[in-house]
Structure formats: C-alpha cells, structure tokens
C-alpha cells in the first residue's frame, strides 16, 4: 500500500463500518433500498474522487483529517446506537 494512504488508513477502516452502519439505519427507516444503494454509490465515488486527487493536498493535515473523521464516525455511530435503543427495546415486551 501507498505510504502515503497509511496515514489515512485508520479513517478508511472505520469510515467503511459507519457506512454499514448508516446503510442499517436507512434500512430500518424504511428507505427505497434502490435509492439508497444509489446514493451510497454516488457518495463513495466522490469521496474516491476527493481522495484520489486530494491525498497530497491533505497530507500536511493528515493528523486533524483523522481526528475529525474519527469523532464524526464516533458521533454518528453514537446517534445510531441511541435510535435503534427503542426498537431494541420493543422486542423485550
């Protein structure tokens, strides 16, 4: 791998379980799974357009991209957590 992408490693990691998870939160909201899977694509492609002309740009703030990418994954999957507590919930009674 790039040594360069390594320093971004850990943000791709856990960028890919948030999209698992934001992915069953518009499942358990009922969303069009076509439209979903269409955004989805839509989104990855230009977070691999971003990356892929951006990673020199952003190397010098590989450390805040990572702290931030990494407290934005942490408070989204935070707030998915706490949505799915009543579903979960529900199935005890």
């Known amino acids: 791998m790039d040594p360069e992408i390594m320093h971004f490693l850990p943000l791709i990691v856990f960028g890919n379980i948030e999209n698992l998870i934001l992915a069953a939160q518009g499942v358990a909201a009922h969303v069009d799974p076509l439209g979903l899977a269409i955004l989805s ?11 892929t002309f951006g990673t020199k740009i952003a190397m010098k703030y590989a450390r805040v991209i990572n702290f931030i990418g990494g407290l934005a994954i942490f408070i989204l999957g935070v707030q998915a957590m706490a949505g799915a507590i009543p579903g979960m919930l529900s199935f005890l009674h």
């Open 41 to 51: 694509f839509i989104a990855v492609l230009m977070w691999f357009l971003i990356g």
